[in-house]
């Protein structure tokens, strides 16, 4: 098996764990978020129903729906707790959404369920929305068919995620053991582009912004880390306890990153949008036919 590959179960139950403290550090998630909800402006879409896939607290889905007011917003993540906070969210903004609820009709619509095996009818969404999620899928092209799946004709997917400079240090301070994964692998923005095509969007449109986040010490790093869920979950992990003289050699290793007397940690966000292009008329066998037009003069 791929060392690589990222054990569900383990990252589920990080997650899970993480939902209480994921708001008060996941100050770069927020950063993206803003920046997505920002370039949502420059789009014009009246969406139906809108995916937000992988929600997490649902800071995105409550602002989806202040947004989107008529819209009908399904939050969706694979981790339980998250979305009782996701359902539990207080404050000014929560209170506003539950009174509107009761004068809509409407109710929230919280699924617990993996990307990569959405459980929505096919051509039931206006838009997917998905902010730094993808990065925790085994199958990328597989959860980019089952947005494609989702999303009806003319709909947009707007997500975003990790690219391979991500916790670039940590990764490098880290490679003490032959044959252990520490950090998480990430997928080049190219690459992603290339699984846009062909899961069947059109001309997908990706770009990258470099983050740094600075610490005093590595366990200010890991206690981040932590405190978002983002643990290391991938099979090739050491197995049980790493011990001191693991931490003692990463804090000896991560050293070298020092600069003006902080540590660095790189965070790479791949920004992409897509639209599904309208379904082509098929024959009765499956066959698409073929359309000629007069040549211009």
């Not at 179960?9 to 993480?18: H, I, T």
Request: charged residues 25%.
């Amino acid at each position: 098996m791929d060392r690589y590959y990222i054990d569900k179960a383990r990252a589920r139950v990080s997650f899970g764990r993480a939902a209480a403290t994921y708001d008060a550090s996941a100050i770069l998630q927020k950063q993206v978020r803003e920046e997505m909800l920002n370039r949502l402006d420059l789009v014009k879409i009246n969406p139906q129903v809108i995916l937000d896939a992988g929600c997490g607290t649902g800071a995105a889905s409550h602002a989806l729906q202040k947004r989107f007011a008529k819209s009908q917003v399904v939050s969706l993540d694979f981790a339980l707790p998250m979305l009782q906070k996701t359902r539990d969210s207080s404050g000014y903004a929560g209170l506003v959404s539950r009174v509107k609820t009761l004068l809509s009709g409407t109710q929230q619509n919280l699924l617990c369920a993996d990307i990569e095996h959405l459980p929505l009818a096919s051509a039931s969404t206006g838009l997917v929305w998905s902010n730094l999620a993808i990065q925790w899928c085994n199958d990328l092209d597989g959860a980019l068919q089952e947005f494609y799946r989702v999303l009806q004709p003319e709909g947009l997917l707007m997500f975003s995620t990790f690219g391979p400079d991500t916790l670039k240090e940590l990764r490098g301070a880290s490679n003490v053991q032959a044959g252990v994964t520490s950090v998480s692998r990430f997928i080049d923005m190219h690459d992603i582009g290339d699984a846009l095509v062909r899961a069947g969007f059109n001309a997908p449109v990706l770009d990258v912004e470099r983050f740094t986040l600075t610490y005093d010490d590595v366990k200010s790093v890991m206690r981040d880390l932590k405190s978002i869920g983002a643990h290391n979950a991938t099979d090739g992990r050491a197995r049980g306890l790493s011990g001191r003289g693991f931490l003692q050699k990463l804090e000896v290793n991560y050293e070298q990153f020092r600069v003006d007397g902080k540590l660095p940690a790189t965070f790479e966000v791949v920004y992409g949008h897509a639209w599904r292009g309208q379904d082509k008329p098929k024959f009765e066998d499956g066959v698409s036919p073929l359309t000629f037009k007069p040549r211009s003069k």
